[in-house]
């Protein structure tokens, strides 16, 4: 990812663990083999967050990213988002 010379050193760490967690997320998803909307429907969260979460758009609320871990809490998920199991 590309950042503007011009950001503050916080504007980059937040593009960097945003881009951290959208790319945890999809590739989650995508070792489930779910679409998009199936994710949402599984974790009981809208098809525009997982789209926004994996769009770098905007980061999942504790709640959220919680309910998406639930999808499959095994060492290896909670080891790709930094999380020690």
Do not use: C
């Amino acid at each position: 990812m590309r950042h503007s010379p011009n950001l503050p050193d916080s504007e980059v760490r937040l593009q960097n663990d945003r881009e951290w967690i959208a790319r945890g997320i999809k590739a989650l998803r995508k070792r489930l083999g779910l679409t998009q909307s199936e994710m949402a429907q599984r974790a009981g969260i809208s098809e525009r967050s997982v789209r926004r979460y994996e769009n770098k758009e905007v980061d999942p609320g504790g709640v959220n990213f919680m309910m998406i871990l639930r999808l499959r809490p095994d060492a290896e998920t909670l080891r790709a988002f930094g999380i020690k199991a």
